[in-house]
């Protein structure tokens, strides 16, 4: 079946624009999270999606980021007066974790390479 | 917080030789393991997982992970290591409630 899809795949922008990177889950998927992965760095959590819902937003890196997750599918990350320090992979996962749910795993999607000029 | 450290940031073997990648975490409580795989130009993809039960477990393409919860680790091996694994590993875990916390990764070259 179709996995989790993010588009673009890479984004070359200039310093100080906004980008809107996006996210389609695993149809049924009820949990959506954003990474960023920086160059020869591991995963940083970003934020995490149950439902539209947003219960944890303690990873975005300052008040430029924000995101968005609408009919409980597609996810827009959004980053406004891009910097130099944001150029990275942005990846994206889905689980179909359930609330109560003690064990659930994540399935990522390919990533958007972003690059900030 | 839950942290989670992995003891090699590069990896280096030969074909058929055994690999032993090293995985630690913080958290006290009730966790779910993870070991995720990353080969070159693809994305993140699930290795194996460990929920509860048989602490050894086992995934795909002859990896294994055992879990052993007084040491807080979760070590992944393969017994003869093949070129086609060279990627980057990473460990992860989460508990109820909480977020996935990733380890920063290995990166593992295998050499024909």
């Known amino acids: 079946g179709a996995g989790v899809s993010q588009s673009p795949s890479n984004k070359v922008t200039e310093k100080g624009k906004d980008v809107e990177l996006r996210c389609d889950p695993i149809s049924g998927h009820t949990a959506l999270y954003w990474y960023r992965q920086s160059l020869g760095q591991g995963l940083e959590f970003l934020i995490y999606f149950q439902g539209n819902s947003a219960p944890d937003k303690s990873g975005l890196p300052s008040d430029r980021f924000s995101a968005e997750r609408t009919g409980g599918s597609v996810s827009t990350l959004t980053i406004q007066r891009t910097q130099q320090e944001d150029s990275a992979v942005y990846l994206c996962a889905s689980s179909p974790r359930l609330a109560g749910s003690l064990s659930y795993e994540q399935y990522f999607g390919p990533g958007t390479r972003l690059t900030v000029t | 917080a839950q942290s989670v450290s992995q003891h090699n940031h590069h990896v280096i073997l030969s074909e058929a030789a055994s690999l032993e990648l090293g995985c630690n975490y913080s958290?006290?409580?009730?966790?779910?393991l993870f070991w995720y795989v990353q080969y070159p130009g693809q994305h993140l993809q699930l290795l194996l997982k460990?929920?509860?039960?048989?602490?050894l477990v086992k995934g795909i393409k002859g990896f294994e992970a055992e879990f052993i919860k007084s040491k807080f680790s979760f070590n992944l091996r393969k017994p003869s290591v093949q070129w086609s694994d060279t990627a980057e590993y990473f460990c992860a875990v989460n508990n109820y409630g909480q977020n996935f916390v990733f380890g920063p990764g290995t990166r593992l070259s295998v050499l024909p």
């Open positions: 958290y006290g409580g009730t966790v779910n």
């Open positions: 460990y929920f509860s039960g048989d602490p």
